[in-house]
């Protein structure tokens, strides 16, 4: 499930507050104060709290009473316990610590945490690293059925005769001859007039910029794709 926080709706309120318009700077107009409630003397000075009677905390509860002299400590107890035997089995049978990593990036010497640098390279250790996402092979799997149904279609349109694949000599051709008139078209386009100051030379210089347009688009389109089927059915 998607992640919500706590704070979302008074997160909104509060931005609908309009507060942060004076967060750092204060309000963009102070309102000004009325002609009747102008400073007095001693205005601006703190106004201590009233005086009130000191009262310590938990004073109402009674401290121990001091034992009497009659009354003797608890003494003699002793413990069976070998705390230099236990102590050495704990040493011996515990793991050893292993001293934190760390990195000095200055000559003085200054540590750093080396866990949360950024330095260690724990993404390329995890079990999924190098593996294909799910969602990537899903979108292979679909783009396969749509190509596996596109050539289907293609085949049952040509079978039927109404589609004709060009052979890789006339699509040079064609691209050949398309580059050859888009560069005979240019050498025109730059032989023409810098100022273009009739209604003529205005639209002409238009209607080439049109087909030498036309004649980039139409190169492009056959440069992306190898394979190009033609059709006599308008």
């Known amino acids: 499930p998607r992640y919500k ?3 979302n709706e008074a997160a909104k309120e509060d931005y609908k507050s309009h507060k942060t318009a004076s ?8 309102p000004l104060n009325e002609t009747a409630n102008f400073m007095t003397k001693h205005a601006k000075e703190p106004v201590l709290p009233e005086k009130a009677q000191f009262l310590r905390p938990n004073a109402d509860q009674k401290r121990p009473p001091v034992p009497k002299k009659e009354e003797k400590p608890v003494m003699g107890l002793k413990s069976n316990k070998n705390f230099i035997h236990t102590n050495a089995v704990e040493n011996i049978v515990s793991v050893s ?11 003085g010497g200054t540590t750093n945490n080396l866990e949360d ?20 092979e899903t979108r292979k799997k679909q783009m ?3 190509q596996k149904s596109y050539d289907a279609y293609i085949q049952q349109r040509m079978e039927k005769g109404a589609l004709n694949q060009i052979s890789p000599q006339e699509r040079q051709q064609t691209l050949d001859g398309l580059k050859k008139n888009w560069e005979e078209l240019h050498l025109q386009y730059q032989g023409l007039s810098v100022v273009t100051d009739t209604a003529p030379k205005k639209a002409r210089k238009e209607r080439m910029e049109a087909e030498m347009k036309q004649l980039e688009k139409d190169i492009d389109t056959i440069e992306k794709h190898k394979i190009i089927y033609v059709t006599d059915n308008f």
């Open 144 to 146: 396969e059925e749509h």
């Open 23 to 30: 967060k750092t700077m204060g309000p963009a107009k102070v």
């Open 5 to 7: 926080s706590v704070f």
């Open 117 to 136: 640098s950024g330095l260690v390279p724990k993404y390329i250790k995890k079990d999924k690293f190098g593996t294909v996402p799910k969602y990537l």
């Open 97 to 107: 610590k292993k001293p934190q990593p760390k990195y000095v990036d200055t000559p």
